[in-house]
């Protein structure tokens, strides 16, 4: 079965870095998501595109991050400048309409 | 504004037992609704999903879910958990954009 993949598994990065998150989701899907995962609270919604453009951000998605489809097969999240609080696990998703296929997640490390 | 909460932030069954994981949730009109388990270090897996038709949805890994309309619930239940279930698992409802809302997410002991 398809998967959505996202790499790095786990990303380690100093206050003020610039990281970027991969994905590559499934190859026919055209809706793509963002969530993250601080730890022990719930999965929130960040930011989701399609046609190429953002179609939907939470009060979460600040200037801070940026999406991309770089190549028509990954999907990169970027975050300019990450606090102590951008730690947590940010999973990927892609749907063709609904439901919603999850990567395995990032786990992402401000230190 | 569309919402899901979960009452239960933990819960602990034996294994054998049955198990009933409770999802309430706020939308207008009519939900589509899910329920996804996260293993520990792993991303979420789609168990289930209610669009229309029968309100009685079966699962994988042997859970299912009642959608009742009249109390905006959406509870799993398995018959006999298996010590492999222990999880944490989300409800969600999609919102009229496409976009999942979650749940606070309950977690799932299971004991020998």
């Known amino acids: 079965e398809p998967e959505v993949t996202q790499t790095p598994s786990h990303q380690v990065t100093q206050m003020g870095q610039e990281v970027i998150l991969r994905c590559v989701p499934i190859?026919?899907?055209?809706?793509f998501y963002w969530y993250r995962q601080i730890l022990g609270q719930k999965v929130e919604f960040l930011v989701s595109?399609?046609?190429?453009?953002?179609?939907?951000k939470s009060e979460i998605f600040d200037d801070q991050f940026s999406v991309e489809r770089p190549d028509g097969s990954n999907f990169t999240l970027k975050i300019r400048s990450t606090k102590l609080e951008d730690s947590a696990m940010y999973f990927c998703?892609?749907?063709?309409?609904?439901?919603?296929?999850f990567g395995n997640g990032t786990r992402l490390t401000v230190t | 504004a569309q919402s899901v909460t979960q009452p239960d932030i933990h819960i602990t069954v034996s294994e054998g037992a049955s198990l009933e994981l409770r999802c309430n949730y706020s939308?207008?009109?009519?939900?589509?609704l899910f329920w996804y388990v996260q293993s520990p270090g792993q991303g979420l897996q789609l168990l289930l999903k209610?669009?229309?038709?029968?309100?009685l949805v079966q699962g994988i890994k042997g859970f299912e879910a009642e959608f009742k309309r009249s109390q905006s619930s959406f509870n799993l239940r398995k018959p006999s958990v298996h010590w492999s279930d222990a999880a944490e698992y989300f409800c969600?409802?999609?919102?009229?954009?496409?976009?999942?809302?979650f749940g606070q997410g309950t977690t799932l002991q299971v004991k020998p």
């Open positions: 998703a892609s749907s063709a309409m609904s439901p919603l296929h």
């Open positions: 190859s026919n899907h055209l809706y």
């Open positions: 595109f399609y046609n190429n453009e953002i179609s939907e």
């Open positions: 939308y207008g009109a009519t939900p589509y």
């Open positions: 209610y669009f229309s038709g029968d309100t």
């Open positions: 969600a409802v999609a919102s009229n954009t496409g976009k999942l809302i």
